[in-house]
């Protein structure tokens, strides 16, 4: 029961958040604070919030596995450009368009495993290893453009973002990968040996390394797979743009992937958190961009409310957390 808490912790959030947008929307149409008449909670408008919300969940399940062992990763964002500049070049090559896919998510995987290596073999700290990444992988995103656009108008996933229905309704593809790796990484957390050895990690990584576990390979598997997950949102990217640019494509993802995972009650030292908490971060981050937008909020209004009411959601759940362990 603790558990289920903990997880859902910011649940309250963000039902809060949405019932707040429903009214807010009604008074930017209408004049008047009006439940009914509210856009927000609509048919039309809750599947536009999930797609909204699928890449950065995406990011930020992989940036889950890092910060439970106590590491970080804010190489995701260039990851995700470079990956996607590599499907778009490899999709312009005739009779090669099919290996855009794996060459992708090989793309990630490999410039995450280069991550995990430097910190698991060199003992570098993770901030120091990513923060380099972030700034030498985005530079290989521009060169592989040529520090231009790449487009494709005929991608041959495209219709994961745009016209292949899903069994269910008008969820979109890219909304049911997300939850589809959500899952994944749910099970590989709560029902493997592998998410025991990640929890004990980020606990305490000498008791870890004394009991016997391989240290070394678990930070290989949160990187590598960070990378990997990195390399999909690239793929789910170009397939809404259909196109990539390595100057701007991903450019501060890292951030909404680190507060997502933050907000979902993960400790930033490691060893507590859950990827259902995770998803329920990245909602709230979704449904407070949509909601602003329905709102008539200035742009610049939406980045100071955004960062306010994330920096206040935390505080929130940390001083209730606090209250819990005094009980």
Same mark, same amino acid.
């Given at each position: ?14 039902? +809060?958040? %949405? &019932? ?8 930017? /149409? !209408?004049?008047? =604070? #009006? ?98 990444? +972030?700034? %030498? &992988?985005?530079?290989?995103a521009r060169y592989f453009g040529? /520090? !231009?656009?790449? =487009? #494709? ?86 397939a809404q743009l259909q196109s ?21 009650? !993960? ?61």
């Open positions: 029961m603790r558990s289920f808490i903990q997880t859902a912790g910011m649940l309250p959030v963000l039902v +809060l958040l %949405a &019932v707040l947008f429903q009214f807010l929307s009604s008074y930017a /149409d !209408t004049g008047s =604070f #009006n439940f009914a008449s509210g856009r927000f909670l609509t048919s039309a408008n809750l599947p536009v919030v999930a797609q909204l919300a699928s890449i950065n969940t995406v990011l930020a399940t992989g940036m889950t596995f890092v910060i439970l062992t106590g590491g970080i990763d804010l190489s995701v964002g260039s990851i995700l450009a470079v990956a996607a500049m590599s499907a778009l070049i490899i999709a312009n090559i005739a009779n090669y368009s099919v290996i855009t896919v794996p060459v992708a998510l090989l793309v990630g995987a490999g410039f995450g495993l280069i991550n995990g290596s430097l910190i698991a073999a060199l003992k570098l700290p993770p901030f120091i290893v990513t923060l380099g990444s +972030l700034t %030498a &992988v985005r530079g290989l040529n /520090d !231009t656009t790449v =487009f #494709n108008s005929d991608l041959s996933f495209a219709g994961i973002a745009n016209n292949i229905p899903t069994p269910i309704g008008d969820i979109s593809w890219l909304t049911v990968i997300a939850l589809v790796v959500v899952v994944a990484a749910w099970f590989i957390l709560r029902r493997t040996v592998l998410g025991v050895h990640i929890y004990a990690v980020g606990g305490n990584p000498a008791a870890a390394r004394l009991s016997g576990i391989k240290v070394w390979a678990v930070l290989l598997f949160v990187y590598g797979a960070s990378g990997v997950l990195s390399g999909l949102a690239g793929l789910m990217q170009a990539a640019n390595g100057l701007q494509l991903g450019t501060g993802y890292e951030l909404d992937a680190i507060a997502a995972v933050i907000l979902g009650g !993960t400790s930033f030292v490691g060893g507590v958190g859950s990827v259902v908490g995770t998803l329920i971060g990245a909602l709230i981050i979704a449904v407070l961009a949509n909601g602003l937008i329905l709102a008539g909020v200035s742009d610049v209004w939406q980045f100071i409310i955004k960062g306010l009411v994330i920096i206040g959601a935390v505080a929130l759940d940390r001083l209730r957390n606090q209250g819990g362990a005094r009980t």
